[in-house]
């Protein structure tokens, strides 16, 4: 549990100082990228069946077919950690081997299908991470997981989201404080409005 807790601070930070979010436009073809990542999503559930549906989609449009489930947040609790699993090993694949991720994860849009896999619906609004941000995550999650606060400052100096000049021990205090209350905690245990409240604050604080 302690990496799930460490994966969120850190996508959650980086989230709030970097990470854009859009709008996607789908093209006549699938969508080129878009379509591609969707299937391959979709693809990790292990069915390899292709979701977006040729041929129906438009600019603004993209297609899928019907897929049935339950909600994520209504999985019977002996199942539960193996879906917590199976959501993070996805949603680091989406980060780290697509650079393209789901950006609305609530429980309305995902869910479990009978067969056990992950689902998603809802491909409206997608984050999008380059390489040089990639690796900035990557060196960003293992500090948090290390606790290495002061690195963790090093790493916004060094990515350029806060400014060269920002004082590395205050804004290392100040990650601190978000990370060290969540470690240990369960994900039903954090509450995600105070994070993020946090982190606007923190965003505001050091002007990222």
């Not at 699993?85 to 694949?93: G, M």
């Not at 916004?156 to 804004?171: K, M, Q, R, S």
Request: glycine share 10%; proline share 3%; hydrophobic share 45%.
């Amino acid at each position: 549990m302690k990496i799930v807790t460490g994966l969120l601070a850190a996508v959650l930070l980086l989230w709030g100082v970097g990470a854009s979010h859009a709008v996607v436009r789908i093209s006549d073809d699938r969508g080129g990228r878009i379509g591609t990542y969707v299937d391959k999503y979709q693809g990790l559930k292990g069915s390899g069946e292709t979701v977006v549906i040729d041929g129906l989609c438009a600019p603004s449009v993209m297609v899928q077919r019907f897929s049935s489930g339950v909600r994520i947040d209504a999985v019977a609790a002996a199942e539960r950690e193996a879906c917590a699993r199976r959501l993070v090993d996805s949603y680091v694949t989406q980060l780290f081997e697509h650079g393209l991720f789901h950006g609305d994860p609530h429980p309305g849009n995902l869910f479990v299908t009978l067969e056990g896999h992950m689902g998603a619906v809802d491909f409206g609004i997608m984050g999008r991470l380059d390489k040089k941000s990639q690796y900035y995550l990557v060196d960003m999650l293992l500090a948090f997981l290390e606790q290495d606060y002061l690195k963790v400052a090093k790493i916004h100096v060094n990515a350029g989201y806060i400014p060269f000049d920002t004082p590395l021990e205050n804004f290392a205090q100040a990650c601190r404080a978000i990370g060290e209350p969540i470690f240990g905690l369960s994900l039903n245990d954090i509450s995600l409005a105070n994070l993020l409240a946090q982190l606007f604050r923190l965003a505001k604080t050091y002007h990222m």
